[in-house]
T-cell receptor, first 116, second 113 residues
Framework: DTGVSQNPRHKITKRGQNVTFRCDPI?????LYWYRQTLGQGPEFLTY????????KSRLLSDRFSAERPKGSFSTLEIQRTEQGDSAMYLC??????????????FGPGTRLTVL | DQQVKQNSPSLSVQEGRISILNCDYT??????FLWYKKYPAEGPTFLIS?????DKNEDGRFTVFLNKSAKHLSLHIVPSQPGDSAVYFC????????????FGKGTKLSVKP
């Protein structure tokens, strides 16, 4: 399977704990996005990488959130001191940048976080 | 303030008939629009897109129409099949942005056999 993969698929944690999610994009894709989806809402943009550079962050990404893509391949999203409001589906998407054309984003299955 | 709005939370259609899903947007700076389909416990799957310089794009049973003056787009599925039952998200991209998308809240389509 050469699609976008995310691990773990589910995470249950207690309030105040730290959690880390991983995303492996499609191998030739140089752009990687993180989104968050809560119940009854569409995905909301969190942050974006082009290769290893984090180029944009949403105001939704508080200072408890940090994302990395150290070698321009997989990415991690860490949430420190989790709060119940962090409970959501965290989605990763990737795409390939080509000049003068727009390429759709391919999404992974998501990591569902539940904070107790 | 929702910039991409899907005002119908759900839609039920008989198999073989047309499904029409609607989306309205407020920002005239959007230059690309996309429709994604989402099954439970899966990530969104890309369906079809349209550039703001076009008014129609067709791919098999799926056609997207864009009315820029009304800031409205619609997805037509003809004929509808039970496997089309899913949540459909409309998404838009700011012109010249790095590609992050603004999504609507989704419309749950149920196609009854």
């Amino acid at each position: 399977d050469t699609g976008v993969s995310q691990n773990p698929r589910h995470k249950i944690t207690k309030r105040g704990q730290n959690v880390t999610f991983r995303c492996d994009p499609i191998s030739e894709h140089n752009r990687l996005y993180w989104y968050r989806q809560t119940l009854g809402q569409g995905p909301e943009f969190l942050t974006y990488f082009q290769n290893e550079a984090q180029l944009e962050k949403s105001r939704l990404l508080s200072d408890r959130f940090s994302a990395e893509r150290p070698k321009g391949s997989f990415s991690t999203l860490e949430i420190q001191r989790t709060e119940q409001g962090d409970s959501a589906m965290y989605l990763c998407a990737s795409t390939r940048r080509t000049p003068r054309s727009y390429n759709e984003q391919f999404f992974g299955p998501g990591t569902r976080l539940t904070v107790l | 303030d929702q910039q991409v709005k899907q005002n119908s939370p759900s839609l039920s259609v008989q198999e073989g008939r047309i499904s029409i899903l609607n989306c309205d947007y407020t920002n005239s700076m959007f230059d690309y629009f996309l429709w994604y389909k989402k099954y439970p416990a899966e990530g969104p799957t890309f369906l079809i897109s349209i550039s703001s310089i076009k008014d129609k794009n067709e791919d098999g049973r799926f056609t997207v129409f864009l009315n820029k003056s009304a800031k409205h787009l619609s997805l037509h599925i003809v004929p509808s099949q039970p496997g089309d039952s899913a949540v459909y998200f409309c998404a838009a991209r700011y012109g010249g942005s790095q590609g992050n998308l603004i999504f609507g809240k989704g419309t749950k389509l149920s196609v009854k056999p």
